[in-house]
């Protein structure tokens, strides 16, 4: 697949960049510049940034990281059983434990959200980072909402990550998931507050959360770009209809004068 040139292969972590140096150069080099692009095509062009997690795959699919993106890629496009199998794979590669979370999230993808919910209580949780653990709390509380248990997914987003007043990278999608679930419950007043605390810590956009919250509010939002092109439209159709009245309006005096021309020249 057509990588531009200005893509050279450092971009990639350094953590990454490590593990590609069991590779000789050259190939290290060519799996490095398609991490990259599977990297910045992910969220905008998730089907492309899929073909180039397949070129890397087959090019070093004995890479622990590889094996990760190709596994990201697959999620993003909703191919949750090839995900998940790349996600075991990197696991087994690395002995980690961080894509406990996503892989757990794949057994909902697949219609499976008992076994979700089964990861949820394993040990591996415990050896999650803290962003980690909201993650897995995340996973866990969609699917109670799978299995239709809505009281007890919003039970399980309640914690002291949820209550906190600091904002970190995980705070805003915390709060919206719960305002969400909230809101599910018919417990609208809640909702809204809730909705409000996530656009509060969203600084990145996130999540929808202002759009949420107008449409609660019931907010119309109109396009004026739209109207201003109609207007504009309006204007310059009303200032053609004058221009050809007026165009008129001079041939016909015009013609009077080119009349009385030809009078005066034949006297």
């Known amino acids: ?35 990259v692009m599977v990297a910045q095509l992910i969220d905008e062009d998730p089907e492309q940034a899929y073909g180039y997690s397949r070129v890397a795959l087959r090019l070093a699919s004995r890479v622990a990281a590889v094996r990760e993106a190709a596994g990201f890629a697959a999620y993003a496009t909703q191919k949750y059983s090839e995900a998940l199998a790349e996600f075991r794979a990197a696991r087994r590669m690395s002995g980690g434990v961080e894509l406990w979370p996503v892989m757990a999230d794949c057994e909902r ?57 600091a904002v970190h990278p995980w705070t805003a999608r915390l709060r919206y998931a719960y305002a969400d679930a909230l809101l599910a419950a018919d417990r609208e007043s809640e909702a809204r507050d809730w909705f409000a605390k996530a656009l509060e810590a969203d600084k990145d ?7 949420r919250l107008a449409e609660m509010d019931g907010v119309e939002f109109v396009d004026a770009f739209d109207d201003s092109e109609e207007e504009s439209d309006d204007v310059a159709d009303d200032l053609s209809s004058d221009v050809s009245d007026d165009v008129v309006e001079v041939d016909e005096d015009d013609d009077e004068d080119d009349s009385d021309d030809s009078v005066g020249d034949k006297s």
Not at 205 to 211: F, L, N, V
């Open 205 to 211: 956009g996130a999540t929808d959360a202002s759009d």
């Open 109 to 165: 993808g697949l219609g499976r959200p008992e076994r979700a919910l089964a990861m949820a209580g394993e040990p591996e949780v415990q050896k999650l980072d803290k962003a980690g653990q909201v993650e897995m709390r995340l996973v866990a509380a969609g699917a109670r909402r799978d299995m239709g248990q809505l009281d007890a997914a919003i039970v399980t987003l309640q914690s002291p990550e949820l209550a906190s007043s």
């Open 1 to 35: 697949m057509p990588i531009p040139e200005e893509v050279t292969g450092e971009e990639i972590d350094p953590d990454v960049r490590q593990e590609l140096m069991s590779l000789p150069k050259g190939l290290a080099e060519d799996v490095a510049r398609n991490l």
